[in-house]
């Protein structure tokens, strides 16, 4: 009969161990809940998320949906090329991700609808490690993987109104949901002797969220959105038995736009989320981003920095994170068409662990 105390022992072993050297994904999230997934179009992540708040393609703040007219879709794929490393060891990994689809439309004069999905979680990771047990009087050297294998997906239908020309008021409904596979294995050095023990279980998290931000423009240069989020619960199933609940941050945050010329626009942002109370030894984070976009709203160039921490990791304090990237945008189809390139770079620390990353983003939107 398989068993969570079984899986729940290697994973506590291997968390706590000193050589963990795999990960698909973050290492940092191994610890937690999952690596947090970013609601952001390629425009907003090449800005380092700085005008995610004010873009209809991001999933961040509903109200930006109210000055959609046209019936838009928007998707993004994105590759990741990681560095890591650790005290026991360091590792070159890369992964492909379609972390986001969006669709919006105008109901009426003063309503837009929109949705779709975004990553909540990633949650794919595998770690490694040795070490030795007293078997029978003998020291018996082994070596453990424990791999998850899935990720946590946000599906959203919003709703935005304008409600004059100097605001505009979203709200949203999230379901969260994924599955992951988990698998423990202890495999001896001398097979001969002892067998390789194994055991793989499904994991599947559902919960429920609901948000809504409001979109102000007291002058024709001046932009400012506040943001807020509240996630309920987890209710997790193992092997479809269900096996408990745990709780989902709250979100809070704000950001800036300024219309410099009808060529150029800068953005800031800054949010916070209530991590702590998610798992134990969580944290909760401040994150911000600024950015810069010259060309027209489809075209031109960008550029911008994030920064911050993350809820999940090792040691006494948050890991932190900082960012760059950029990238550029081209209209085709009589501007019913826009293709978005850019490049990100994150560096995260904490608790002796180090982690690079290029990845390499693409996006299209296809206007009506």
């Known amino acids: 009969m398989r068993s969570m105390r079984r899986l729940a022992l290697v994973a506590g072993t291997l ?53 959609v007219r046209a019936l838009t879709a928007a998707a993004m794929g994105a590759s990741s090329y990681r560095s890591v490393k650790a005290p026991g060891g360091s590792a070159n990994l890369r992964n492909g991700r379609f972390p986001l689809f969006t669709v919006a439309g105008a109901v009426s004069r003063r309503l837009t609808i929109g949705g779709g999905f975004t990553t909540y979680l990633d949650d794919s990771y595998e770690v490694v490690t040795r070490d030795s047990v007293l078997l029978r009087g ?24 304008r409600l004059g020309t100097a605001l505009a008021l979203g709200l949203g409904l999230h379901v ?26 499904l994991v599947r998290k559902t919960g429920f969220g609901v948000s809504a931000s409001a979109l102000i423009t ?55 989320r209530s991590w702590s109370n998610t798992a134990p030894g969580a944290y909760n984070t401040i994150n911000w981003s600024a950015g810069l976009e010259v060309g027209g709203l489809g075209s031109g160039l960008r550029v911008g920095g994030r920064g911050g921490k993350l809820p999940f990791g090792p040691g006494g304090s948050a890991p932190s994170e900082w960012g760059v990237a950029a990238g550029f945008g081209r209209t085709f189809g009589g501007g019913h068409g826009v293709l978005d390139l850019g490049a990100e770079r994150l560096v995260r620390d904490g608790g002796g662990l180090h982690e690079a990353v290029w990845t390499l983003m693409f996006g299209l939107t296809i206007r009506q």
Do not use: C
């Open 218 to 272: 007291p002058s024709p240069i001046l932009s400012i959105v506040g943001f807020a989020r509240a996630d309920g619960q987890f209710h997790t199933n193992v092997d479809d038995l269900a096996s408990g609940e745990s709780d989902l941050p709250n979100m809070v945050g704000g950001a800036v736009r300024l219309t410099l010329s009808p060529f150029a626009r800068m953005a800031g942002s800054v949010a916070w």
């Open 138 to 161: 003998v020291m018996v050297p082994f070596r453990d993987n424990f791999a998850s294998d899935g990720g946590i997906s946000d599906i959203r239908i919003a709703a935005a109104s």
């Open 15 to 67: 968390i706590a161990g000193t050589r963990p050297v795999l990960a698909q994904d973050s290492q940092f999230g191994i610890r937690g809940l999952g690596t947090p997934g970013r609601w952001e179009s390629v425009r907003a992540r090449t800005t380092g998320g700085a005008f995610a708040a004010f873009d209809a393609t991001s999933a961040l703040a509903d109200a930006a949906l109210a000055d």
């Open 176 to 201: 969260i949901t994924g599955s992951a596979r988990v698998t423990a294995m202890r495999t001896f050095d001398d097979s001969t002797v002892y067998a390789t023990v194994r055991d793989s279980q």
